[in-house]
């Protein structure tokens, strides 16, 4: 077990999401950074696609109810028993009883604790996230709390592939790279000065933004037809432009349908970099070539 | 790509979304049930999941992209594919998609807080509402918002009304309400904007059930009062 002593302000169990169900309405879900999450699952000697604690907004403190393996990516610090933890080589052997006290980084939105055995919660529909505009999945449907015992699962017999070194995770949120995207199934709607506006504007990540969606600031992209159109299937990434011109970037417990005109797909490898933003960040996007 | 009535765009690199028109109504509902239906027959290697809506069949896929919209192009047009003048053996119930549809009876106590307000809006007694609400059969369009959300049409004409102009921050799970041409469950509680008239006791969606989803596209809803 892994006791959530003191709850950071939003974090959630994810793995790697459904890998179907949009037909009845069930979004993919899951890690908002799937890639950061599987490094660090692989770390610790599990299957990239374990359950793990996504993590946001603040600090907290973890317990470990036993002697485990783990380790904490994409934090700005963390300390172990009081002691600053050796960030280098971030898998840490945890006495019973340890103290895990994690800070995230000012760089990064979410960071991922991973446990040797994955977070054993019970699997809906074949995954153990949580999906919170439904209330189920993860632990109990929600965000954790504190008090909160979180089951861990058996390791794997051997441990996979040899340990991946922390500079080889790729930095999601260093980089000033333009997030590429592809045409969206409804770019045709856009005429030219509209998708110049997509394509050569900076917009910020707006404050109201979250796993459902980022809401992007900066200038109005309008269409050049009738903007809403018969519910469609959408999916994290699609770029939808509303009737006020704002672009919203879904992501993982998006949507599976919307009416609103699609311009443009943020390629599923830059996706996790964008989800990584923190409100106020500047972005600007590109077409993949 | 166009060609045959049909368009087919991308949706992101692992997704196609064939375009039928631009309309919501039933005739072209039964084109993307009939599509829908030929696509999942095909046994297309890679495909991940079909997602019919009002006017378009979206397929998710891993793998070759260009041999999956290859695959497609043949199936909006069976007759070429299938030999000259070859007619589809009844596409909607096509092996493999395992989608008989199914009439779903739905109790309804019809107590909503907005009952009163559509009945004023529409000039009809609450009991005309319940009425022409509970006395025809809707078609599935489509499932999405969240999971178990069928939106199902079409309306009485006359219970036509616009979204409510502040949405509830919270419906309950349970709600029966309409919005436009369009009537559904809400399966769990989540904001909304439409008008509740009603509720059920009936899960639209359970995680732990198999199916979770009651509802799938291209099935049909009638609702019950009950006292």
């Known amino acids: 077990m892994i006791l959530v002593e003191k709850a950071p302000p939003f974090a959630t169990v994810q793995d790697m999401g459904w890998l179907t169900g949009r037909a009845i309405g069930l979004p993919q879900g899951g890690a908002m950074d799937p890639l950061l999450l599987g490094r660090a699952n692989t770390l610790v000697g599990n299957l990239p696609g374990a359950a793990g604690i996504e993590w946001a907004l603040g600090p907290g403190v973890l317990r470990a109810g036993f002697a485990c393996e783990l380790t904490v990516l994409g934090a700005g610090q963390v300390l172990l028993n009081d002691e600053p933890a050796d960030m280098a080589h971030p898998v840490w052997s945890l006495e019973p009883g340890a103290r895990v006290a994690i800070t995230p980084d000012p760089e990064h939105r979410f960071l991922y604790v991973a446990v040797r055995g994955g977070i054993a919660v019970p699997e809906i529909m074949g995954s153990r996230s949580t999906y919170l505009p439904g209330g189920f999945g993860g632990f109990e449907g929600r965000r954790l709390k504190a008090g909160d015992l979180l089951p861990v699962g058996p390791a794997l017999h051997t441990r996979l592939g040899g340990l991946v070194h922390p500079r080889a995770v790729p930095d999601a949120g260093a980089a ?114 | 790509m166009s060609g045959f009535g049909a368009t087919i765009v991308p949706l992101g690199e692992q997704a196609w979304t064939v375009v039928l028109g631009e309309t919501v109504d039933r005739l072209l509902h039964q084109r993307v049930t009939a599509l829908a239906g030929r696509i999942a027959g095909a046994k297309i290697p890679g495909l991940v999941e079909i997602v019919p809506a009002y006017a378009t069949v979206t397929v998710f896929f891993e793998g070759d992209a260009e041999e999956i919209r290859r695959r497609l192009v043949a199936l909006c047009h069976p007759e070429r594919s299938e030999g000259a003048g070859g007619r589809h053996p009844d596409p909607e119930r096509s092996e493999g998609e395992g989608a008989e549809p199914q009439l779903h009876t739905i109790p309804v106590r019809y107590t909503g807080p907005d009952l009163a307000f559509v009945a004023t809006e529409t000039g009809l007694t609450p009991e005309q509402v319940v009425e022409r609400h509970s006395g025809r059969e809707y078609l599935v369009y489509l499932l999405g918002f969240v999971p178990g959300f069928g939106y199902l049409g079409d309306l009485d004409p006359s219970l036509v009304l616009p979204r409510r102009a502040t949405p509830r921050t919270r419906v309950p799970a349970g709600s029966v309400a309409i919005a436009g041409a369009q009537t559904a469950v809400y399966p769990l509680a989540t904001p909304g904007g439409w008008h509740l008239i009603g509720a059920t006791t009936m899960a639209m969606f359970d995680p732990a059930r198999e199916p979770p989803a009651l509802l799938r596209a291209g099935d049909r809803v009638r609702f019950e009062p009950m006292p």
């Open chain 1, 176 to 289: 000033e790279m333009p997030i590429r995207v592809t045409r969206g199934p409804q770019w045709d709607r856009f005429d030219e000065p509209a998708r110049r506006v997509l394509l050569e504007s900076r917009f910020r990540i707006s404050a109201s933004s979250d796993r459902m969606g980022f809401r992007l600031e900066g200038p109005a992209i309008v269409p050049s037809r009738t903007a809403t159109l018969p519910s469609e299937a959408a999916c994290p990434g699609a770029i939808q432009i509303p009737d006020g011109g704002v672009p919203i970037v879904l992501m993982p417990d998006g949507p599976t349908v919307g009416g609103y005109p699609k311009i443009a797909v943020v390629l599923r490898a830059d996706l996790r970099c964008l989800a990584q933003y923190l409100p106020g960040r500047e972005v600007r996007f590109r077409e993949a070539g």
